[in-house]
Each structure stands twice: as C-alpha cells, then as structure tokens.
C-alpha cells in the first residue's frame, strides 16, 4: 500500500476529527460570543463512521507486508492483538461507534467531546513516540494533537459552516488567546516528540532525509499560519477595505493548515531518524534534497554558508510577506494574501535550502 495513499488516509482523519472536535466544543460557548454556525446533522453522522473506516489503513499496511510470511487473515489478526497499532485501531472502531450511537441519541456534548478526547489518547498510545517513551510519548503526543485539533477544529467550523460574521469581537475576545495557548502548546510539546525520534541539534543535518524535507516544511507551514492567525486576530480589525471578508480569511488560514496536516501525516510513513547516518544508507536521500543538493555525504553535517541564491530568496520571501500584508490594506483579497502567503513559503524553503551545505 504505497506511503502516499496512508498519508492521504491519516489527513482527511485529522481534518474530521478536529471538525468534531472544534463542534462540540463550540457548543459550550454561548451564542452572543461565536458567528453562527450551522452543520448538517448527517456531516456529525458520518464523520465518526469515517474516522473509524479510514483508520485501518496502516492497518492493512502492516497486514500486507507480514502477509508474505503468515498469509493475510493470520497476519491481520496478529497486527490486531500484537501490535500496539492494530490495538489502537480495535480501540478506535469502538470509540467512534459509540460517538455515532451517542450523536443518534441526542446524548449530552460533554459526553460526547469526552470521547472524542479518549480517540485522541489512543492515537497518542498508538504513535511511534509511545513505542519509545511509553508515558512521556503518549503525554506529549496527546497535548501536541490536542492543540492542533481544537485550534483547527474551530476554525473549520466557523470558516467553512459560519454563515454570518455576527459577533466577531467577542469570538476573538476568548478566541486568540485560546489559539494562542493551543499554539505554546503544540510547540513545547513538539520539541519534546522531536527528541524522541532524533537529536534536536542534529535537525538541519536531517535535511537529505524524507523525514527532514517533511518536518522543515511542516514547520514552514505553521510559520505561515501564525502570519495568517496574526491578520485574522488583529490586523483584520484594522483593514480599512469595505471588500475585506473575515471568514474568508479564516477558509484561507485552515488551507494553511491543512498542508501542515498534510506534511504531517506524510512524517507518520517515515523511518524516524534514530541514526541519520543509518537512515539515509536504508532509505536514501530525498527526493526533494537530490532535486537542489544532489547525494549527501555519511556522516552528514551541514554548514550554514551565505550564497547568493540564499540571500535572493532570504529577500523575496521578506518581500512576499509586505506583500501579503499590503494586500490586506489595499484590497481585502484573500486569493491574493494566499498566494502571497504559498509564494512566503516557497521562496523561505529555497533560501535555506541554498544557504546549507553538506560534507
């Protein structure tokens, strides 16, 4: 089952459970201090049914390569009762059913929110850091999981299910420090899952790894959203455009974070680099890394090293982010601001990319 098709798996199950999550959630805040939003019931039907169907992806995944050995119903059903993530997954199906069975029968959201917080533990108990740091692991996976969920979550619900922009001050009143913490959050306790997979300072070292490229430009994303969660938590109030739409901007920041999803899930279907030197002699180097540097030399160590390519894109990435501000002023134009915004990331990825060498 090739490493793209999980990866595609495992964002559309981010994507649906941070919808349910930011749902439910809205629901405890009173109706003077949110826009309104309005989901179609059959959408919270069918978002835990799906959660609960995707996520055996990496379940078959497992099942196939063992199946050469056992046969494919043997080696299914020892992923299931061995492994930490087919247990994980029985666990899953089993949660999911009861958000559904208790979304049926109008049972009370906290209920409901208190299961879709157990999913999240599990998804942390089945992660790759739990594997290496049984209580530390699942700690960090689940806070860094529920920041992410909760802040977008929110987010997709306004943006996309928002129908009007009523009572927008008073959403960013308790909002923007909510975000605020989710993003502390996500970030502490991200360092803390770097450590468990590799060695922090080795971090621009793991660049001619698939791992590297996906974690660099992930990272690269979520500085990008920051920029966008600074136009919709602030600036936007100060926009004197009359064409200037806020849930625009919010459908455009939840892009944003839809590729630091994206790069995400696509780090679940790399080797961790425990050992970058081993890493890169098993799997090879980036296909993205080959495409600027060529082959990388074991053991890898990067130099930082001005060139002028480097300070180019440095410049136009600089310029890109005027820009997109600018764009805010002038127009209000959200098509725009995330051209801007892609053209910001692009040209920040050339330039570090040009500003590394490796011996």
């Not at 459970?17 to 019931?41: D, R, Y």
């Not at 959660?51 to 497992?62: E, F, R």
């Not at 109008?106 to 209920?111: H, R, Y």
């Not at 980036?286 to 030399?297: C, D, E, Q, Y």
Request: charged share 10%; glycine share 8%; net charge positive.
């Amino acid at each position: 089952m090739p490493d793209l098709f999980v990866s595609l798996v495992d964002f559309f199950v981010y994507l649906l459970l941070s919808f349910l999550v930011g749902h439910i959630f809205l629901t405890f805040i009173p109706e003077a201090k949110k826009p309104f939003v309005q989901v179609p019931e059959k959408l919270l039907l069918a978002s835990p049914l799906l959660i609960a169907i995707l996520t055996i992806g990496p379940i078959l995944k497992l099942s196939l390569s063992y199946s050469k050995d056992f046969g494919f119903y043997q080696a299914f059903f020892t992923v299931l009762t061995d492994l930490r993530s087919g247990q994980a997954w029985m666990m899953t199906v089993i949660i999911c059913l009861c958000v559904w069975l208790f979304r049926m029968i109008k049972a009370p959201n906290l209920l409901q929110l208190l299961f879709l917080f157990a999913l999240i533990f599990v998804f942390g108990y089945g992660g790759h850091s739990a594997s290496i740091s049984p209580v530390w692991g699942i700690v960090n996976h689940v806070l860094h999981f529920t920041g992410a969920v909760l802040w977008v979550g929110i987010l997709l619900n306004v943006g996309w299910f928002g129908e009007k922009e009523q009572n927008w001050s008073a959403f960013l009143n308790w909002f923007t420090p909510l975000a605020a913490g989710c993003l502390v959050l996500m970030i502490t306790s991200g360092l803390f899952l770097m450590s468990f997979v590799m060695n922090i300072f080795d971090y621009a070292n793991a660049f001619p790894l698939s791992y590297g490229q996906y974690l660099f430009i992930k990272h690269i994303g979520v500085l990008a959203v920051i920029a966008f969660a600074i136009v919709n938590g602030g600036l936007a109030s100060y926009a004197k455009s009359n064409r200037f739409r806020v849930l625009h901007w919010i459908r455009a920041e939840t892009v944003i974070l839809g590729v630091v999803f994206f790069f995400t899930s696509l780090l679940g279907t790399q080797s961790p680099p425990h050992n970058i030197g081993e890493t890169l002699s098993t799997n090879g180097e980036s296909f993205l890394f080959r495409s600027f540097k060529g082959t990388a030399n074991i053991p890898v160590h990067a130099d930082f090293s001005v060139s002028i390519a480097g300070v180019v894109f440095a410049f136009m990435s600089i310029s890109f982010l005027a820009l997109f501000y600018i764009s805010l002023f002038r127009n209000g134009s959200v098509k725009v601001g995330l051209l801007f915004c892609f053209l910001v990331m692009i040209s920040f990825y050339l330039a570090a990319m040009n500003s590394f060498s490796f011996s």
